[in-house]
């Protein structure tokens, strides 16, 4: 079947829209380590769930962070309420929205961060040499409580 030409003008037309319009509805969207975080998304202090553990972040620019963290256990003893502490300090690197962090002198330690959307950390510890406290870790998902550049305690 023929059409007349101006019916197969628009036909052409939006057989060709569609064409470029399908693959954008498609495309990937930016998934971890693929969207990159400003200074001030990464610049803060951000706590656990639980408002006991604390990592306060500096970006200081060309893919570097001044990274403090200070890590809690809490758990019931005999004698009472009690807990274990993990603090670590240094420099971290960042790419895109990960950010790694490995304590000084410890063993087999890395702290892989993500910066997810709506100011949440998704962070990571691999290995066990971390130079925390008993059953210390920094695993978990940390919310931005203040986007203030952070006071860091020097050791």
Do not use: W
């Not at 960042?94 to 961060?113: H, L, R, S």
């Not at 290995?127 to 550049?149: L, Q």
Request: overall charge negative; glycine content about 10%; charged content about 25%.
């Amino acid at each position: 079947m023929l059409f007349p030409p101006s019916s197969f003008l628009i036909h052409t037309f939006f057989v060709v829209l569609l064409a470029l319009l399908v693959p954008a509805f498609f495309a990937p969207t930016a998934s971890a380590g693929e969207r990159s975080v400003t200074a001030a998304e990464a610049n803060g202090t951000y706590r656990d769930v639980e408002g006991k553990s604390e990592i306060k972040i500096l970006a200081l620019g060309h893919g570097k962070l001044k990274v403090q963290l200070a890590l809690v256990y809490e758990y019931k003893s005999g004698a009472g309420p009690m807990a274990n502490l993990g603090d670590a300090s240094g420099e971290g690197t960042i790419e895109n929205d990960i950010a790694v962090f490995v304590p000084e002198e410890a063993g087999d330690c890395k702290i892989t961060m993500t910066f997810l959307p709506n100011g949440k950390l998704k962070v990571e510890q691999q290995g066990e040499e971390c130079g925390f406290g008993h059953n210390v870790r920094a695993d978990g998902i940390f919310r931005k409580i203040s986007n203030r550049k952070p006071k860091f305690d020097e050791a």
